[in-house]
């Protein structure tokens, strides 16, 4: 792609929290992180003290110690590190493409997709392994983000925000609901997929965390490319194709990045719903609209809301919660405050 004439970015009137300036609160952001990625090393199941976890990361103690600690919380944690960069990223992109605040990889039925291809894949090719289930959930959320956005954006009023939501949801229901009947009809694919229908870390692991560790770093990477042309089809793709952006070949770029991302999340975990919708309004609310810090930011907040939930789903209950049952319960009220803020423009 060209590079585009240099544009003004938008205004951020909320680049600061308080008095605290942008880089003060990104490095909180990323102490947070830290700080909640070693917390999920050390709570989970089982009766190991801190001490005992510790130890097991420094491959000291007991077999059962290890087992538990290194081979279960530790993957589990960085799966949810990468998922959360993942759908951080690609609810950024998403909102930035189409202009839309209430764009969500989930709410839009993109993880719905990617989740009924992989459902056609077991059924139809029976595909059990990672590798399969993630290619087929890139092809998946590929179908599923075009058709939402070209049904979405028919009609004499466009493209808005509200039809895209009504789309996706539609969309969503349509594939969630065709891939539960087909598990239904095969036990054998049903009992080989359905760990993945409602989006659970438990019981994932190592093979998922080499998996899609590489395509999710890879895209949320050449994500940071689209920053400048985010920033110009905020003004409008007329003023953007003033500036010099080619935009057909930006959103062509940005859906296959969004492809990866959510593709590689489904894969790992099932279909997350909310954390795209939440992570970019939380950070334009701590450092405002520009891109620039906006995409980036998303990166690290992303992976705070979903090992957050995690532990959350870890400790809720004696049986732990799947974690995409703590982010709908989350993003649910925020999709509702949304929508009714100015008519879910979000501004």
Not at 192 to 205: A, F, K, P
């Amino acid at each position: 792609m060209d590079q585009p004439a240099r544009s003004a970015p938008p205004s951020s009137p909320g680049a600061r929290l308080g008095s605290l300036p942008r880089a003060a609160i990104l490095l909180i952001l990323v102490a947070l992180l830290a700080g909640l990625t070693l917390l999920g090393f050390f709570i989970g199941s089982g009766n190991y003290s801190i001490a005992d976890a510790w130890h097991a990361l420094f491959n000291q103690g007991d077999p059962t110690t290890l087992e538990v600690i290194r081979n279960n919380r530790v993957p589990r944690t960085l799966l949810a590190v990468l998922v959360g960069v993942a759908l951080g990223a690609a609810g950024a992109i998403m909102q930035g493409l189409t202009r839309n605040p209430l764009a969500d990889p989930g709410i839009l039925g993109v993880n719905s997709g990617a989740y009924f291809a992989m459902v056609v894949a077991a059924v139809a090719f029976g595909v059990s392994s990672i590798n399969g289930y993630m290619a087929a959930a890139m092809v998946g959320a590929l179908l599923a983000a075009s058709l939402v956005y070209f049904v979405g954006s028919r009609g004499v009023s466009g493209t808005s925000p509200e039809k895209l939501v009504l789309t996706g949801v539609a969309a969503g229901s349509i594939f969630s609901g065709i891939g539960f009947g087909l598990t239904m009809i095969d036990p054998k694919s049903f009992d080989s997929i359905r760990s993945w229908q409602v989006g659970t870390l438990d019981g994932r692991g190592w093979t998922e965390v080499s998996a899609v560790w590489i395509p999710i770093l890879a895209a949320a990477l050449l994500s940071m490319i689209l920053i400048p042309y985010l920033n110009g089809l905020a003004l409008g793709d007329d003023r953007a194709q003033a500036l010099g952006i080619p935009v057909r070949r930006v959103r062509l770029c940005g859906f296959i990045v969004l492809t990866v991302l959510c593709g590689a999340a489904t894969a790992a975990l099932g279909p997350i719903t909310f954390v795209g919708l939440m992570v970019p309004h939380v950070v334009r609310i701590l450092f405002g609209p520009d891109n620039r810090w906006l995409l980036p930011v998303c990166v690290i907040v992303g992976p705070i809301v979903m090992v957050g939930s995690d532990l959350v789903a870890r400790v809720a209950t004696a049986a732990e919660l799947p974690v995409g049952m703590v982010t709908a319960f989350i993003g649910a009220p925020v999709l509702i405050a949304l929508v009714r803020k100015k008519g879910g423009t979000g501004e």
